[in-house]
């Protein structure tokens, strides 16, 4: 199974962010690529929810979804669109960070809402609260394509494990971990964390991610542009023993990685841990 996996440095433009991913598809359908992989907030990143509330779009009319599924068909390719950020119909106006599997018909074979917010404040001059913006999902989706069961995730979800245990022990083979993962927090866990999960579930890990500098443009244009968000890039592929086969860096663009699917059972053979659950009392 060959999966190509998108490194991408997005900003606040959503038809421009487009373009660039759409020419990336298309380059990695012509390598033979089965599935595509795209980062977590494919179509914008933004600190302003002003912003975001100029160029977003609700899913029925979002032209980066419309345009992902045209070229899943006219490509013959599988493709896992990391997120999205969406509108929504909830009345305190938060958004969605939603991802898609595409089937190669370029029918929406499976939609996950983001499950973990990303709280917090990871020093005195990066702090973040994406619930102030974000409505949280509240269901855990296994998706399926016909080589494999895919389990679907974003970001900071990473973080949390016994999601990663629940999808495994549901069916998954591979684990996608789209993300948008800050340069502080990825370069001290990111690896870590992908291979802990790949390890613990005996999947295949699959996690494309931004890169870069993201700059906002500010809500009062007399005001100057705040600090970048900086992306920790490093897009990666794990294999279920917990090796690294993919490691993309820094730079935007493609990375192709052949699967070989059959070691999903040969690691769950020899380490059966996912069915050696016991139940135990809390502390």
């Not at 509330?53 to 992902?68: G, H, K």
């Not at 599924?69 to 997120?83: F, H, M, Q, Y």
């Not at 190669?104 to 973990?116: P, R, S, T």
């Not at 996690?207 to 443009?217: E, K, M, R, S, W």
Request: net charge negative.
């Amino acid at each position: 199974m060959r999966v190509a996996l998108l490194q991408l440095s997005v900003g606040e433009d959503p038809a421009a962010n487009l373009k660039t991913t759409l020419s990336l598809v298309n380059d990695a359908a012509a390598d033979g690529a089965t599935l595509i992989c795209t980062p977590e907030v494919t179509n914008c990143i933004s600190q302003s929810r002003e912003r975001q509330r100029a160029v977003l779009s609700r899913q029925d009319n979002d032209p980066t979804l419309a345009a992902m599924r045209r070229a899943a068909k006219e490509n013959d390719v599988w493709i896992a669109l990391g997120s999205l950020a969406l509108k929504t119909g909830d009345p305190d106006g938060r958004f969605a960070n939603r991802s898609f599997l595409i089937s190669d018909q370029g029918e929406i074979v499976a939609e996950y809402d983001k499950i973990h917010m990303f709280d917090v404040q990871v020093s005195a001059t990066e702090h973040f609260r994406e619930s102030a913006g974000y409505r949280p999902g509240e269901r855990a989706v296994l998706a399926r394509m016909p080589q494999a069961a895919l389990g679907l995730t974003v970001c900071y979800d990473l973080r949390f494990p016994h999601l990663y245990r629940l999808l495994a022990q549901a069916g998954a083979d591979i684990l996608l971990v789209p993300a948008a993962f800050l340069r502080t927090t990825g370069a001290a866990h990111w690896e870590p964390l992908l291979r802990a999960r790949a390890i613990e579930t005996g999947c295949f890990v699959i996690a494309a991610a931004q890169t870069g500098d993201h700059v906002t443009i500010p809500d009062d244009p007399s005001k100057p542009a705040g600090a970048p968000r900086q992306t920790f890039g490093h897009s990666m592929v794990v294999n279920p023993w917990g090796e690294v086969i993919l490691d993309m860096g820094t730079a935007t663009g493609i990375a192709t990685v052949d699967l070989d699917l059959g070691e999903v059972a040969q690691a769950r053979s020899r380490v059966p841990s996912l069915s050696h659950d016991r139940p135990f009392a809390g502390p």
